[in-house]
């Protein structure tokens, strides 16, 4: 996988990653150890619940946004830190069976005033299943590694 720079990013380009199958195991030993409230680790109890079934738990479908973050196409960028999470919300429950796809848009960037070898990029990020229904939304801010001096620039390697 290709792994760009700061400078690479463009705002408005779209980066995907996935499907992530989500299996009713994953669900239930997710919950076991983190979430374990019964729409989470138990059918019956979630049959009876404002869900009416097996749901994973926001916490879990958090860490699927993460896993696939890493994967997105057509390149991924030199990540140095995460900086924050902003209007995250989890419209539609994750239950067994979804498969879970990834969307990263640039909203926009900044050099660093501080540190010249990086920048800042605020990118919305959306959750898919399979019917296109927005599992989770949010907007993420990451710190970038910029490119180093001497280096070619990459460019040509993006899919516009």
Same mark, same amino acid.
């Given at each position: 996988? !290709? $792994?760009?720079y700061f %400078? =690479?990013?463009?705002?408005?380009?779209?980066? !995907?990653?996935?499907?992530y199958l989500?299996?009713? =195991?994953?669900?239930?030993?997710?919950?076991?150890?983190?979430?374990?409230?019964?729409?989470?680790? =138990? %059918?019956?109890?979630?049959?009876? *619940?404002?869900?009416?079934? &097996?749901?994973?738990?926001?916490?879990?479908?958090?860490?699927? &946004?993460? *896993?696939?973050?890493s994967k !997105?196409?057509?390149?991924?960028?030199?990540?140095?830190?995460?900086?924050?999470?902003? %209007?995250?919300?989890? #419209?539609?429950?994750? $239950?067994?069976?979804? /498969?879970?796809?990834?969307?990263?848009?640039?909203?926009?960037?900044?050099?660093?005033?501080?540190? #010249?070898? @990086?920048?800042?990029?605020? +990118?919305?990020?959306?959750?898919? +299943?399979?019917? @296109?229904?927005?599992?989770?939304?949010?907007?993420?801010?990451?710190?970038?590694?910029? $490119?180093?001096?001497?280096?070619? /620039?990459? +460019?040509?390697?993006?899919?516009?």
């Open positions: 996988m !290709t $792994r760009l %400078e =690479d990013a463009e705002v408005g380009h779209l980066r !995907t990653a996935g499907p989500v299996s009713k =195991d994953e669900i239930i030993q997710f919950a076991q150890k983190y979430d374990p409230q019964p729409f989470h680790i =138990d %059918e019956e109890a979630a049959a009876r *619940s404002v869900f009416a079934g &097996l749901t994973a738990s926001g916490a879990h479908t958090f860490a699927i &946004l993460i *896993s696939l973050l !997105t196409q057509p390149y991924s960028l030199r990540v140095l830190a995460g900086l924050g999470w902003d %209007e995250l919300r989890l #419209p539609t429950p994750v $239950r067994p069976g979804d /498969e879970l796809s990834l969307e990263v848009t640039v909203l926009e960037k900044r050099e660093s005033k501080s540190s #010249p070898d @990086r920048g800042v990029m605020r +990118n919305q990020i959306y959750l898919r +299943n399979q019917k @296109r229904e927005i599992a989770l939304q949010c907007v993420g801010s990451v710190l970038v590694a910029r $490119r180093p001096a001497g280096l070619e /620039e990459k +460019n040509s390697e993006i899919e516009k």
